[in-house]
């Protein structure tokens, strides 16, 4: 079964670049049978897409983040990863690693989530 | 890429039925059959509760059910329950490998 843990830190000062990873277990996360996604949420906002990866090659982002959002995988420790570089305060958010299995448009598995806080 | 439009919040009693509408365009909702829409409790990760806009997971309950018209998607809950009370969110493949999310809707079981 299919299961995903978020981790990086929790706090990230003005300007700098968030990382975080998201570590696959279940699965193998250059798998073409599934794609991946980062998904965030801001204290008390809706969810927002980020980007995600598919089929272990190809990655596509959210275009109002675009320039500031890279999403890769690390074969070696089956982890995606996501950067954001720039951060803001309008960057706080608890942030979802996310997958779907190819040919589906959905996403079935989520992480728990990991709080990140922008603040110097 | 704008969010998708839902009402804030909706409400209703202990058994009846309500329904959660998804406005977006036809570039996403309009343009395939692909809204899902997502359950989250306070705290908690999302849960898909319907997907290709009217087929549900194995152990979503067939009190939620899912349709669309043009560019509006709907979810329906019938026979609520205090257990519904969360908040629900519409996601639609908009293209390209692109999707996006609905603002988010309370529902308060009264």
């Known amino acids: 079964q299919l299961q995903l843990q978020e981790s990086g830190p929790g706090l990230v000062k003005p300007s700098e670049t968030l990382s975080l990873t998201c570590t696959v277990s279940?699965?193998?996360?250059?798998?073409?049978?599934?794609?991946w996604g980062w998904i965030r949420q801001p204290p008390g906002k809706g969810l927002e897409w980020i980007g995600g990866m598919y089929f272990g090659a190809s990655t596509y982002y959210n275009p109002s983040l675009q320039s500031r959002v890279t999403i890769s995988v690390d074969k070696s420790k089956n982890q995606l990863s996501l950067k954001l570089n720039s951060v803001t305060a309008a960057d706080t958010a608890v942030f979802y690693c996310?997958?779907?299995?190819?040919?589906?448009?959905?996403?079935?598995?989520w992480g728990k989530g990991t709080t990140v806080t922008v603040s110097s | 890429q704008s969010a998708l439009t839902q009402p804030r919040s909706v409400s209703g009693s202990p058994g009846q039925s309500v329904t959660i509408s998804c406005t977006g365009t036809?570039?996403?909702?309009?343009?395939?059959?692909?809204v899902s829409w997502y359950q989250q409790h306070p705290g908690k990760a999302p849960t898909l509760t319907i997907y290709d806009v009217n087929k549900r997971p194995s152990g979503v309950p067939d009190r939620f059910s899912g349709s669309k018209s043009d560019n509006t998607a709907s979810l329906t809950i019938s026979g609520l329950q205090a257990e519904d009370e969360a908040d629900y969110y519409c996601y639609s493949y908009a293209g390209s490998y692109t999707w996006v999310f609905g603002g988010g809707t309370k529902l308060t079981v009264l």
């Open positions: 996310a997958g779907g299995s190819r040919g589906n448009y959905y996403m079935d598995v």
């Open positions: 036809s570039s996403d909702v309009g343009g395939y059959n692909y």
């Open positions: 279940g699965g193998s996360i250059s798998s073409s049978t599934y794609y």
